[in-house]
C-alpha cells in the first residue's frame, strides 16, 4: 500500500530564507508524486507534480522539488521564502496518472518577517 | 472560465441526518472526485466519477454515495450523519488521464 509521510507538521522560516519542506513516500510501483499548498479557507491548489522524465520539476510561485528514487522523497525547495508563501502544503502520490492520492498529513509553512 | 464550484458553503446537520453535496467542475473536464478532510489532517479519498459511474472507491462506508450527471456535474450523499462525519469536502475536476485535479473551495459540514 502507498502512505506519505511529511516531516514537522510545522515549519517556520525566516522571509528570504530557503524554504525546505520534507516528503516520503512508499510505493511498490513506480509513483506519479505531486505538491498542493492550501490557503487559509480555499481548496488545493497544484505546485509541480512528478510522472516521468527528468526528476527535478519546476513549479509555480518559484517552488521546485527532485524526485530521489533511492530515498523514496520528493522534498519541496523555494530559494527564497516569501510572506504570501504562508500556507499549508501537501504531498501526495498515486500509481497511476489519473488514480485516487494518497496524501500526507500536511505541512504548515509560517514565515517570519 | 469558471473553476470548480462547490455548494452549499457551510451547513450544520444533526446526527442521523442526511446531507446531499453539490459540485460543477471545471469547464472541459469529465472527471470528478470526491474527497474528506478532517481539520488537521490531509484530504482522504471518497471516490471519483468518470462517465456517470463510480470509477473507484476509497475505504469508506456505503452511508457515502454519489452520482454523475450528463453535464459531468456531481453530487455526494451522506446518510445517517455521525459526529465523525464532520469535515471539509472537497471536489476536484480533472481530464481523465491527465493526472491534475483542480479543486473547489470545499464544503464545511459540522455535525451536532
Known amino acids: 500500500a502507498q502512505s506519505v509521510t511529511q516531516l514537522g507538521s510545522h515549519v517556520s522560516v525566516s522571509e528570504g530564507a530557503l524554504v525546505l519542506l520534507r516528503c516520503n513516500y512508499s510505493?511498490?510501483?513506480?509513483?506519479?508524486l505531486f505538491w498542493y499548498v492550501q490557503y487559509p479557507n480555499q481548496g488545493l491548489q497544484l505546485l509541480l507534480k512528478?510522472?516521468?522524465?527528468a526528476t527535478l520539476v519546476k513549479g509555480i510561485n518559484g517552488f521546485e522539488a527532485e524526485f530521489k528514487k533511492s530515498e523514496t522523497s520528493f522534498h519541496l525547495t523555494k530559494p527564497s521564502a516569501h510572506m504570501s508563501d504562508a500556507a499549508e502544503y501537501f504531498c501526495?502520490?498515486?500509481?497511476?496518472?489519473?488514480?485516487?492520492?494518497?496524501w500526507g498529513a500536511g505541512t504548515k509553512l509560517i514565515i517570519k518577517p | 472560465d469558471a473553476g470548480v464550484t462547490q455548494s452549499p458553503t457551510h451547513l450544520i446537520k444533526t446526527r442521523g441526518q442526511q446531507v446531499t453535496l453539490r459540485c460543477s467542475p471545471k469547464s472541459g473536464h469529465d472527471t470528478v472526485s470526491w474527497y474528506q478532510q478532517a481539520l488537521g489532517q490531509g484530504p482522504q479519498f471518497i471516490f471519483q466519477?468518470?462517465?456517470?459511474?463510480?470509477?473507484q472507491r476509497g475505504n469508506f462506508p456505503d452511508r457515502f454515495s454519489g452520482h454523475q450527471f450528463p453535464n459531468y456535474s456531481s453530487e455526494l450523499n451522506v446518510n445517517a450523519l455521525l459526529l465523525g462525519d464532520s469535515a471539509l469536502y472537497l471536489c476536484?475536476?480533472?481530464?481523465?488521464?491527465?493526472?491534475?485535479?483542480?479543486f473547489g473551495e470545499g464544503s464545511r459540514l459540522t455535525v451536532l
Open positions: 512528478y510522472t516521468t522524465g
Open positions: 466519477y468518470y462517465e456517470e459511474e463510480e470509477r
Open positions: 510505493s511498490s510501483v513506480p509513483p506519479y
Open positions: 476536484a475536476s480533472s481530464r481523465i488521464n491527465t493526472g491534475e485535479l483542480f
Open positions: 501526495a502520490v498515486s500509481d497511476r496518472v489519473d488514480y485516487q492520492l494518497i
